[in-house]
């Protein structure tokens, strides 16, 4: 990032990246664990859909808060 990065648009980033990761790898556990548990007919959708927002906000607070933990940090 460049120099004049404020420490909220870093932390903004980190949570905005966190969260994409987070969906696609909940998007596909989610689609993998509905599968395996034999999940039946639209309830696969609702299964889907909360694994990948769960997932999405866990990995953003995560990456969120190690960017605001490094804020300050040059390296």
Known sequence: MARGDSC????GAGVAI???VGGAVGAVYGTYEAVR???PGLLKI???GQTT???AAIF???LGA???IHCGKNY
């Open 8 to 11: 909220l648009v870093r932390v």
């Open 18 to 20: 966190g969260g994409a």
């Open 37 to 39: 548990l034999r999940v």
């Open 46 to 48: 609702r299964h889907i």
């Open 53 to 55: 927002i769960g997932s």
């Open 60 to 62: 953003g607070v995560f």
């Open 66 to 68: 190690g960017s605001l």
